[in-house]
Each structure stands twice: as structure tokens, then as C-alpha cells.
């Protein structure tokens, strides 16, 4: 299918491709890799009458560390991430769940910008970054600001940005010492969706219990959300299988689901609860070697 | 919008609609037809490319995006007449029967042993999950891939 006819620019700078987009506020979308906007562009399910094209801005890509937190720019594509030594690293949750986003012809034109932008409720992003309650800075044509990761995926397909809002950069915190992590997902096999994507980190203190603990859910809500309850029910505890188990059984509390073509409601949070307990497990595992 | 592009050595120029899709350009402009169209969804990599040396679905790119880029296509990959390792894997191996899914499948191929001279097949099959194939149950594609893998590392001496 073929895109609806539109406007296309492409600022040479950030402060350009806010001031384009300050003035088509309402019928205007970001383009970077274009791996969530296009398909919809192609279904006609997004009609943009301008399309600002910022995948060229290389200010905006990339990934640093800046006093113990990993700093992506919003171009860095999966690829970029899931083979940066410095994430594997010091980050590796972020690492282990871009490897895991779609396929390598995605992957190698795909932005964790736009994906998170986007917040399809399947996308594995989301889950990470709210694991992490990652920083995400915002900017417009007055200004930036940062909203952080929990209070930033809200409904179905929105997020907490303005429409003359463009995302540019993403922080997440190194790991502490004793911590281990794990993406794990069941995905739709043509599509590599998420049915279900869990992301789990665990930090331990020197006596095996659980000091911190993070787990998000992707592809099963219309939003990604963190299984707080898992959370609340492991924070303190000793990191046996048997705690494990009880915590990932809570994991689907609060969250809805529903019957589509891919797989039921009840069979997404069934999983969801098997993965929480298998991402979990291999999070501790890690975080005591 | 004006458009240039370097496709498989050759530059062309041309003025092409915002909305045009990368693989109506290279089929339709460029009358390269090896690169195929098979799903609409961006699932099934029929119409995978190189763009700047890197794999991508030219299905979900738009021409624009591709201005300035340098492009490989199926039609592009052997020289001279010779045919790419991968090629000649997919020739040897049986490694196609309609031949649809196989200008992707080949420049996925080739993608990945850029990236890993010596794959296992597990390897193989995770670095081609974006290529969708219904005829060959995916174990000559793997075969395939291994010649190819085999041959570019008795080539560069490393075997």
C-alpha cells in the first residue's frame, strides 16, 4: 500500500526541525528510521501532511556515558545498541533487549527515539526503559525538559510528549555492583512483536536478598507497565526459586489484556506470568555471578 | 523532490513524489525488478537491499530517505559476471525453489557474513528471521549460507 500524499523536509539541525515543527504543530510527524511510522503511513492508519525528517541529524545519534549514566541519543539504531560494548557492559538490559527488537533489517534501521515516540504496545523498548525508569529529554522550539520513563507512556499509542515536542535523548543508570538482568519475550513469529516481553533487573545485597528490583511488561496492556506487585512482593526478600515464583505470579495485577488474532487475553497473561518467573530467575542468576 | 542516488555503481537523478517507497523506486524508476515486493507489512524481507552497506527492507523506507545513499541490489552483487559466494551458495545448495523470497534471502546472507565470517546455524537462522520463505523449509538456505561462509574464508585464507 502507498502512503497518502505529503510535504517532506529535512531540517540540517535539531533547532531547524523544532521550528518546522512548531509551525505544523497539528498535522506534522517526526521521521527517523521510520520502522513504526512508515508501516502505518503505508496502512493509512497515520496520514501526516508533513513529514519532518530528522534520521540524517547525527548530533542525535549515538551512545556515551556521562558520570554513571548511559546516555542514547534518540537516532541510535537497535543495531547501534544491541553491539555497543559500552551497553553491553554497563547496561546490559538495554543491550540484551534491543537484540531482541523485530529482525536485523530492523534493527539496522530502527531508532530507539522513534520507537519509544511511538510506544506501540508491543514494542520492546518500552519495557526496558521503564525498568529503568529512564530519563527522557524532550525538546521544542522554547525549550527542553525531561519526564521520566514511568510517567511517560500513558494510552494506547500515546505518550506524555506535546506535538511540537521532539525526543532526542534517553538516560538510563549504569548498573550497580550484584546486578544482573534479563529481556525475555514471546514473540509473534512473522512480525517479532512482543505477545508478551518482559524486562527484569535485580540488584543483590551481599547476603543474597533482594535490594532492588524492576520488572516491566510489554505486549500485553495498551501501554507497557511496570508488574509493581512482582516488585513489592520480592523487594527484601531471599532470591530463591520458590520467591521467584510467588512474586512472578503477581505480575499481571492491574493489567488487562485482550483476545486478538495473535493470542488471547488469558494466554498473554498466562505467559506473562511464566516469563516474569523465567526473566527473574535469570536476572538473579546473573546478578551472583 | 530531486533525488540522487549511487545503485549498484551507477548514479541516477530523479524526481520522485515524497511517498514513493524505496522498493517502487528501485522496481518502477530504476526498473530493477529482482528486489520483490511479498508482504506490504515489512515482515517477509522479499524486498531487502543494502543501503550504505547495511541490510534494510526497502519496503519501509521512503526514496527520499535514500537520497545521497549508495544502493546494492540482487542485481548488483555479482561482478563481472562472477557470482557472490552467496550466490554460488544458493546455486550449489538448492537453496531456492520459486525464487521469490531469494534476492532478500541472498542479500540478507551476504549481510551477515560481513558481520560473521565463521556462523553456526543458529546463527544463520537468527540472523535471517527477517526473511520469510514458503517453500524451502529454510535447512538449504542454511546450507546455503555455510558454503558461502566456507568459501569467502578459503578465499581470504582463514579456513
Not at chain 1, 510506544?119 to 522550539?141: E, M
Not at chain 2, 537491499?49 to 547495511?54: D, Q, R, S, T
Request: glycine fraction near 8%; hydrophobic fraction near 40%; charge should be negative.
Amino acid at each position: 500500500m502507498i502512503p497518502s500524499a505529503f510535504e517532506y523536509l529535512r531540517p540540517t539541525s535539531l533547532a531547524e526541525a523544532t521550528r518546522l515543527l512548531a509551525s505544523n504543530p497539528d498535522d506534522a510527524k517526526i521521521l527517523s528510521g521510520g520502522h513504526s511510522l512508515i508501516p502505518m503511513m503505508k496502512l493509512r492508519l497515520a496520514n501526516p501532511s508533513v513529514v519532518i525528517d530528522i534520521g540524517r541529524l547525527g548530533e542525535l545519534r549515538g551512545i556515551r556515558e556521562e558520570d554513571g549514566t548511559i546516555v542514547l541519543g534518540a537516532n541510535t539504531t537497535h543495531y547501534d545498541a544491541e553491539s555497543s560494548a559500552l551497553l553491553q557492559q554497563r547496561c546490559p538490559l538495554m543491550a540484551e533487549t534491543a537484540a531482541a527488537i523485530g529482525d536485523v533489517q530492523v534493527r539496522n534501521a530502527g531508532t530507539i527515539g522513534g520507537s519509544i515516540a511511538h510506544a506501540d504496545p508491543a514494542a520492546d523498548w518500552p519495557a526496558a526503559v521503564l525498568a529503568l525508569d529512564a530519563q527522557i529529554t524532550l525538546v521544542n522550539n522554547s525549550g527542553s525538559r525531561t519526564v521520566g520513563a514511568t510517567d511517560f507512556f500513558l494510552e494506547l499509542l500515546t505518550t506524555a510528549m506535546e506535538s511540537d515536542e521532539i525526543l532526542t535523548e534517553i538516560r538510563v543508570p549504569a548498573n550497580p555492583v550484584r546486578t544482573g538482568s534479563a529481556y525475555l519475550k514471546v514473540a509473534q513469529p512473522a512480525s517479532g512483536f512482543a505477545l508478551t516481553g518482559v524486562a527484569a533487573q535485580v540488584t543483590l545485597g551481599s547476603d543474597n536478598t533482594v535490594e532492588q528490583v524492576a520488572v516491566a511488561v510489554t505486549g500485553v496492556d495498551n501501554t507497557a507497565f511496570r508488574a509493581s506487585a512482582t516488585e513489592n512482593a520480592l523487594r527484601g526478600q531471599a532470591a530463591t526459586e520458590a520467591a521467584i515464583e510467588q512474586a512472578a505470579n503477581l505480575a499481571t495485577e492491574g493489567a488487562e489484556s485482550t483476545d486478538d488474532i495473535h493470542a488471547s487475553a488469558e494466554y498473554r497473561l498466562h505467559l506473562t506470568r511464566v516469563y516474569t518467573k523465567r526473566a527473574l530467575l535469570q536476572a538473579v542468576q546473573r546478578a551472583q555471578a | 523532490m530531486k533525488i540522487t542516488t549511487t545503485v549498484n555503481g551507477q548514479i541516477h537523478e530523479n524526481d520522485v513524489e515524497p511517498r514513493m517507497l524505496l522498493v517502487h523506486y528501485l522496481r518502477e524508476a530504476l526498473r530493477l525488478t529482482g528486489t520483490h515486493i511479498g508482504c506490504e507489512t515489512s515482515l517477509c524481507g522479499a524486498c531487502t537491499v543494502l543501503l550504505n552497506g547495511v541490510s534494510i527492507k526497502s519496503c519501509t523506507l521512503l526514496a527520499v530517505q535514500a537520497d545521497g545513499a549508495d544502493i546494492t541490489t540482487i542485481e548488483g552483487l555479482a561482478e563481472n559476471g562472477t557470482l557472490d559466494p552467496t550466490q554460488e551458495g544458493f546455486w550449489e545448495e538448492h537453496g531456492l525453489q520459486c525464487g521469490f523470497c531469494t534476492p532478500g534471502m541472498i542479500i540478507a546472507s551476504y549481510q551477515l557474513l560481513q558481520r560473521n565470517t565463521s556462523p553456526t546455524d543458529d546463527d544463520i537462522r537468527h540472523a535471517l528471521e527477517g526473511n520469510l520463505c514458503r517453500c524451502t523449509g529454510y535447512q538449504h538456505i542454511v546450507n546455503a549460507v555455510q558454503y558461502a561462509a566456507r568459501k569467502m574464508r578459503q578465499a581470504a585464507g582463514t579456513s
